[in-house]
């Protein structure tokens, strides 16, 4: 019996720690956010931007205008660090 419960242990233990270690790899392929990277919330923003292109027509320019300066920031390689906000609201 004691066995029995030291097997089960030891197994559940293991598949815990395997799932940790995919989930790592998988974290550093970008398929996921786990541990060691956050999302930035430049994601939700961008999201929310594009609703509300869809809803109010005139907000449209803000869209342009971001995309516009995200491309030139990646032609030039020269992307903002994820602590510094590109568009700050002041």
Not at 37 to 58: D, M, Y
């Amino acid at each position: 019996m004691v066995l029995k419960i030291i097997f089960w242990g030891i197994l559940i233990v293991g598949l815990i720690l395997g799932l940790d270690r995919f989930l790592l790899f998988a974290e550093r392929r970008g398929w996921i956010y786990y541990r060691k990277k956050k999302p930035s919330s430049s994601a939700l923003g961008n999201a929310c931007l594009e609703i509300q292109q869809i809803l109010e027509p005139s907000k449209k320019y803000v869209v342009q205008i971001k995309k516009e300066e995200k491309r030139d920031q990646q032609e030039a390689g020269d992307l903002p660090s994820e602590e510094e906000d590109p568009f700050p609201l002041e």
